[in-house]
């Protein structure tokens, strides 16, 4: 799904997501939990003011913004909550 994302340049130009814009839906970013690079695209995994957490991608030779993943708060049906002690 693209997306519009603003974003804060840091003293190093490098741009940080801080408020995603989906069509309806406006969510400001509280937290930057990780980032990583591919070759053709820079990914952002997020907590929304919403405490949804979101993944978010660049492509960097088009400068546009797609979402790739999205986690709805307190939403843990794919995490097992068994530790496998004996």
């Known amino acids: 799904m693209q997306i519009s994302v ?3 340049a840091g003293y190093r130009g490098e741009e940080t997501p801080r408020c995603l814009l989906m069509t309806t839906y406006k969510v400001e970013v509280k937290e930057v939990l990780d980032r990583w ?4 695209h820079r990914y952002f995994k997020l907590r929304g003011d919403d ?3 979101y993944i978010v991608r660049n492509d960097t ?3 546009q ?3 790739v993943f999205y986690q709805a708060a307190g939403d843990f049906s794919g995490i097992s909550s068994e530790r496998g002690e004996s």
């Open 61 to 63: 030779a088009t400068w």
């Open 6 to 8: 603003e974003c804060y």
């Open 37 to 40: 690079l591919s070759p053709d």
């Open 51 to 53: 405490d949804a957490t």
């Open 65 to 67: 913004w797609e979402l």
